[in-house]
Every structure is written in C-alpha cells, then in structure tokens.
C-alpha cells in the first residue's frame, strides 16, 4: 500500500508542476488554439473544405501541443537533481513512469481532448463527428503520453533534445493518428467507427506495455 | 539484330519508367557503397596519424654504433 | 602516475575480439563481392531480356526486379539492427552495437530505394506517384522516418556507450513497424496486392519472372553482407580513432599537470 501513496504522490506533483511557473500546461493549451485558428487564416474561409480537413488537422495539431509540453517531462527532474532521488525511492521505475505519464495524460492532454470539440467547431465540423472526435481524443490520446515519454527519456540528457524528441516520436504517433481520424472520418461519412475505434484502444494497450518498459530502461540509463 | 536489341531496350510505352528505375537503383546501390569506402580510407588515414611512432631500425642502429 | 600511452593500450584490449572479426571479415569479403557481382550480371540480364509471354504489357514489370529485392532487404536490415541492439542490451558487446550503427545507413538507402521504385513503378500502373490511403506505402515511409530517428540518435549522443544503449532502446521500440509492413497487405485492401511471393500455396508470379527474381535477390542479399562488413570495419575503426583521440587528449592534461613527485624532484 505504500507503493500505491508513492505513486499518487507522484502523479500529484507532477499534475501541479504542470499547472505551475515553468509547467508547460497553459503553453500547450495556448499553442493548440492558435496552431488551430491558423488554417482558415491560412486555407481561407470554405467551410466545406475546412470541414473536410477537421478531423485530421485537429489530431495533428493536438499532437504538436502536447510535443510541446514533453521534453520537459523527466528533463526538468534531470537538471535539478530530483530524477535521481524519484529513481532510488521505493516506486519501480516503470511505476515511476506510468505515474508521471498519468499525470502528463491528466494535467496536459486531457484538457487538450476537452478543447478539441470547440477547435472542430472552428473548422466547420459537423455534430456526428464532434461526439465521435471526443470519443477518439480519449481513446486514443494515452499514447500521446505514453509514447511521448518514450522518446523523452531517451532524449533526457541530450543538449537541445527537444527536435530529436520529435524526430523520434512522430514516427511512432502514425498509427494513432490514421485511426483516429479513421473514427471521424467513418462516423462523419455513415460508416460504422467501432472498427478504426478498436484499433485505436489496441495501439493504446501497446504502448501502455511498452512504454514503462522502454521509458524505464532509458531513464535507468541516463541517470548512471 | 542491333535494331532489335535497340528495340527490346526502350521498352515500349513505358520504357523511361523502367531506365528511370533500374538508374536510381544503380546510384543509391553504387552510392553507398563508394561513400564507405572513402570514409573508411579517411578513418585509416587518420587512424595511421594518431598511431605513436615508433623508432626506425636506422636510429637504433645508429645509437648503438655511437656508444 | 599512467602515462598516456597506458590508456591507449587499455582501451585496444576491449578490441582484441573484434580484431578476429576483421580478419574474418577480410577473408569473406572477396567471396561475397564475387557472388553479388555474378548474380547481379546474371539476374540483371534475365531481368531486361527476359520475355513473358506478352512483354509489351509487362515492360514496366522489369521494375519489381529491383523493388521487390529492396524492400525485403529494407525489412532485413532493420531487423538486423533490432537483434544486433538486443544481443548488444543483453551481452553488453560493443560489437554488436557497432553492427547496428553499420547497418542503419544501408537500410535507409534501401528503403529510400524502395520508395522510389515503388513511385516509378506506381504512376504508370496505378496512375498514381504516391496514395496516402495504402497501408505498406506509407509504413514503409515510417520506416525511413525510423531509421533517420536512429541515426540522428547517434549522431546527437556524445557519450558512447550512451548512445549504444539509447540507439538500441529505439531500434527496439520501432520494430513492431516491421510485421505491420509485412501484414498491412492482408490487413488492408488498398493499392498493394496480397503476398505473391512467399505464400502456403507457392509463389503465383509467372514461372519466367521467378528466375531473374531470385537471382536479384540472392544478389541483394550479397551486397547487403559485403557492405555490411565494410561498414563494421569503419565503425571500429571510428571508435579506435575517438578512443585515441580521447586518450590524447587525457595524456595531454596529465602533461599539463604533472605529479607533486616529479615538481619536488627538480
């Protein structure tokens, strides 16, 4: 049970820090909403294509803005000290990873799936495919932070990681990305968007396994 | 016959497609390969300059006649 | 006090298995370049002169001679980069990270290869340079992203063994790409036909085309192992130049301060 206090504590520094002076919450949120009002800046104001473009432009957008908040995720424990003293605590260091995942998922991306409805409203999309775009945010965006951490751990110690770690993940966020605009995408043409829905939750099942595994072993590494 | 051949090797509608292709093919497959090889020369070179030197037979030679 | 010399020697005890390795390599090489020159001639000739029935609709077949081979070669190569990054994770031999390192620029110019035949080959048969809705298409393409991920890794990486193990957690990472490439054909009914190669029922390609096939294959296959072996050398040979240039530079700062003995002595 002690595990389980470590672990909540984790996730509740985290979700703090991000809120916090230096947390990179407010900016990812900022950057999602102007990133989002570019394209009919940019594409002009044709509603239909803006509604055409939605679904895929949301994602990608959303998933730029949550780039934004990773290289901070182990980075800023790294550089003050603190990522050594998390690693030697009780917690195993895929719990450690998970915890400060879920906090990353909850204080960052989570409200990123809440304001993705509304940025779908600015690019003219219709209400089926509003309920259904939410319905994937959620399902689909653990792996923004899952996989996201990913690459942040192995980048922690990099000079300028940053660019890296995007070189690193976009690769990685590809299958999430086709299927979760795959769910719109079906929802909004008739189609049924349970199967593209399945494939999206088995992704995120995938790197709920894999990344702790990963993550682990590059923080263990970086710390030595 | 040369007509023929001439013939064969446009390949008919076609044929850049395929002279494009089987070119990339030769650039990238000869490419690479002659980019390792000149940075292995490279390497060596600057593996044969960092090497300590060690004395010629000449000097030894000559030290000992000297004594 | 260690004289620099002594770090030198040191290190190149860590490279005394390799040594064996470069003699191996050595002796092989000629052999392999021999098998790979004969069957490209070979294949190469069967490819462009070989007549199926009506050839005047197949010209552009001539094509897979290249893109099939490249492709599976593309595969290869990133799984020996995985197996070579898990035996180095596992058994800690620097020779084995240093066979992933060789092999990732190979595998990256034969994706980038098979991307490029595959869009040559594309517009005159599918009207298309590129279709976005095809599975294996655009896997393949997250392949290259994934070996230029790898590559940047190292190249970012200062510290070596670092970098060995951060390259080798990556390359890990990315090989579920690999079976999605290879299924993503029976997955998906895109642009991309099922298998026709290598399938339970034997290959359905015509009996003609199957000769210069595998002969461009075993072909490929050559080079891929001579260039592979080039390239391991390089990378010891790399890592002896960085071992002694950081020995230099180590030795040069025991120079610059020398010992309290040796002051007191003069």
Partial sequence: MGLMRVFAAVVRRDMKLAWSQGGAGGLSIGFFVIAISLFPFGIGADKDLLARIAPGTVWVVAMLAGLISLDRLYQADFEDGSLDGLLLSPLPVELLVLAKTLAHWL?????????????????????????????????????????????????????????????????????TLIFGTGVVLAAESGADPTPALALLGAVSLISLIVSPLASAAALRMAAE | MMEEMFQHLSFGKHGPYVWAAWTAAIIVLAGIWAQTSIAAKRTKTALDQLRPKRPSNDTLVQSESDQ | MQRPGRDYITAMHRFANPARFVRLADRLLPWIISVAVICFALGGYFAIFSS?????????????????????????????????SFTGLVWRHPLAFLTAKAAAPIGAALTALTLITGSIW?????????????????????????????????????????????????????????????????????????????????????????????LMIIAFHAWLIALLLKRVKLELDRRKVAVMQQSLASG???????????LEGQ
């Fill in chain 1, 107 to 175: 204080a960052i991306i989570l409200p990123l799936a809440l304001m993705a409805p509304l940025a779908a409203l600015l690019l003219n999309m219709t209400a089926d495919g509003l309920l259904w775009l939410a319905v994937s945010f959620l399902v689909g965006t653990p792996t923004l932070s899952l996989l996201g951490s990913v690459g942040a751990s192995l980048t922690v110690a990099i000079r300028r990681g940053g660019v890296l770690l995007a070189l690193l993940i976009l690769p990685l966020y590809v299958p």
């Fill in chain 3, 52 to 84: 199926p029935a009506d050839y005047q609709q197949m010209e552009t077949v001539r094509i897979m001679y290249i893109h099939v081979p490249s492709a599976w070669m593309s595969m290869l190569t990133y799984i020996i980069v995985a197996v070579a």
């Fill in chain 3, 122 to 214: 594309g517009y005159p048969t599918w009207g298309t340079w590129w279709e976005w809705a095809d599975a294996r298409m655009t896997s393949v393409l997250v392949l290259l992203f994934l070996y230029a991920g790898y590559m940047a890794m190292w190249q970012m990486m200062d510290d070596f063994d670092k970098a060995c193990r951060a390259t080798s957690i990556l390359a890990l990472v990315g090989v579920i790409n690999i079976p999605i490439i290879k299924f993503s054909v029976d997955w998906w009914n895109t642009l991309h036909q099922g298998a026709s190669i290598v399938r339970s029922g034997g290959p359905t390609i015509h009996s003609e085309m199957q000769l210069p096939l595998f």
């Fill in chain 3, 252 to 262: 040069l700062a025991h120079q610059l301060a020398p010992a309290p003995e040796k």
